[in-house]
């Protein structure tokens, strides 16, 4: 698609805004609602079975209403295309927030905790686990507020192996920021959200991933062998209450992790007095 082009007589483009592991990502006006959207169009060559399971999860996550989450308007198809109609935001990701900022200050990354948090459990609530949370995925508007995008996409987007159990597959997830159920290709649940989660913050506290290694596949085996180094050890600025924070949401064991959103932004609201 060109800038100028138009969808189904309905969606002007206005505008190429980048790529990801669904497709291309455009800028459009959406000339019945009157106001711009983002057209997500998928790449070619999805199953009948993964699309159908796509279209179920996108309608799930309609259902999620928070101020924090990007509005999914509809799933549409137009011939051989296939696209996702959403809320389009001024502002930038937190990936580029990061590139400006570098380390955030430790108050401002336990807001921008916080909002993640608090948009996590509305969608964990109709029963929708984001699965690629990532500072790519994390908006900062305009006015320093956050919107967590792509909810229901990685999860429409998943496969399930002979024994039922969920694979991820290569466009599911980002490795850098996958929980170590999600590397093993296990059955996930919200506490994988709240370990991508713990990995961000991380970054944003210590200007750092908290596991480095030579290559991918390395560093995925260390999130499967080894504990984190406190982010204090980076960033002397943070407190001890903070770093157990962390460590907690980036436990292995799934099980010593914390359970839900509740939890965390107990401990959240706590540290932010």
């Known amino acids: 698609l060109e800038p100028g082009a138009t969808v189904m007589g309905r969606f002007r483009v206005d505008a190429a805004l980048g790529e990801g592991g669904m497709g291309k990502v455009f800028r459009a006006w959406d000339e019945e609602l009157e ?106 508007l305009p006015t320093g507020k956050i919107k967590v995008l792509d909810f229901g996409i990685a999860q429409g987007l998943e496969s399930q192996g002979p024994d039922g159990m969920t694979t991820t597959t290569s466009i599911i997830g980002t490795p850098e920021y996958m929980s170590p159920e999600q590397i093993m290709g296990e059955k996930l649940d919200i506490r994988t959200d709240i370990y991508s989660t713990g990995v961000l913050v991380y970054e944003l506290l210590a200007g750092e991933l908290p596991f480095h290694g030579p290559d991918r596949v390395q560093s995925a085996r260390l999130r499967l062998t080894a504990e984190p180094s406190p982010p204090s050890a980076l960033n002397p600025r943070i407190r001890p209450e903070v770093d157990t924070l962390v460590l907690r949401m980036l436990k292995r064991d799934r099980g010593e992790r914390y359970s839900s959103t509740q939890s965390v932004l107990a401990d959240l609201r706590r540290l932010r007095g």
């Open 35 to 140: 106001e711009q959207v983002v057209l997500k169009i998928m790449k070619p060559g999805f199953s009948d079975d993964i699309l159908r399971r796509f279209k179920r999860e996108i309608r799930l996550a309609r259902k999620i209403t928070h101020p924090g989450v990007v509005r999914i308007f509809d799933f549409w198809e137009a011939g051989q295309l296939k696209f996702v109609t959403m809320e389009y935001l001024e502002g930038t990701d937190l990936r580029e927030e990061k590139k400006k900022r570098g380390i955030f200050p430790v108050p401002v990354a336990l807001r921008v905790a916080s909002e993640i948090v608090e948009a996590l459990g509305a969608a964990h609530e109709v029963g929708v686990v984001h699965r690629d949370i990532k500072p790519h995925n994390v908006a900062m």
